[in-house]
């Protein structure tokens, strides 16, 4: 039974930050045909993404997110005492990145800080861990850190991916609060799964080696080294649309939550076939299920928190809301939340 | 499960191609309108009407509509 009740930590801001440069599928020389993009659209959602200048990691479009948000906060810096990083694209294999961003945000030397490596389901975990250690009752408030640049680990050449995939790194902030409303969380994991999605070489168990950066044409279109992502479209859509939904009934069967009763349903933005299909076994109103897709792909762990502030800002700084979100991908890794949130601080999304 | 109804389930998938074109014995990637996105609606639909989740290997693995109606019966 993997569920967490998280009482007393309230949810204070969201931010994110992406790089300027856009890239217009349409026009992409990744597919092979204008026709062959409008396809990708048409199924996707998907119209352009972004991608980082070369030399900018996740770790600073993350700092720039962090510094804005916490001068919209007003928070004194010295009174964050966690600093969480969930990312797949960290700056270095070591050390943990979390910790550079501590010194990078002139954060206490007395602050707490970890990275996690996960990436679509990342900011649901990243909330878990961040959330249970401010519910602990010790630190006072935490931010959570999530993003990738997923420029860097597809092949332009590969046109089923490097086109779905976006640069972004997201900053949520949280404090203790005796009043807050409970926070639900359900998770799962499938490690059989591992190869859906996965980066051959480059780690430990595949060394970089002198033939990692040669290209293979795996299929028309489709091709890339060893330090690139490799994707099993299929297994992916198979997993996604039935752990998903599985995933955010059982929260709400737990909880006893009624999910037509929130406000956003909010899915990692895994692509819109995906998307539309996990919405309609959960018959939730479309309205209710923002996208942030169609600007910004699909942005790994910052996903959920990008269609905040891309779609539901107003909202969230203007009202209460009750949310329900769902996260899903790499590991296979999945987990679902049910959060809300009263007028929270929400800047406006900042370029880097 | 039975096969005929698994015949018209996976016939329903496709929009252009007539239901009578596909039989047990079809081999289903060779049909015109064969794409990946009619593989996803197949999966989709085998996790709709069998709440069975083929993988990416099952599907280019089977070559025919009974075949991959036996890999959906053998994860009931």
Redesign the interface.
Known sequence: MSYLNIKKVAIRGVSVCVPREIEEEIESPTFESKKAAADFIA?TGIERHRIAPKGVTASDLGVAAAEKLIADLGWDKSTIDCLLFATQTPDYILPATSCIMQDRLGLSNECYTLDISLGCSGWVYGMSVVCSLISANGFRRGILICGDTLSRTNSRRDKTSWPLFSDATSVTAVEFDENAKEIYFNFGTDGSGWK?IYIPEGGYRNLFNERSLDYEQIDPGVCKNKLHGIM????V???S??RAPKSLKKLAEYYSLDLQNTDYLLLHQANR?IDD?IASKLKIDLNKVPYSLKDFGNTSGASIPMTMVNNIREGLSTRHLKLVGCGFGVGLSWGSVYFETDKICCPNLIEY | MELNEFIKNVADQFDETDASEITATTAFHNLDEYSSLIALSIMSMVDDEYDVQLKGDDMRGAVTVEDLFNIVKSKI
Do not use: N, Y
Request: aromatic content about 16%; glycine content about 8%.
């Open positions: 199924s859906a099993d479209g299929m297994d859509f198979s997993f649309i039935s076939i299909k």
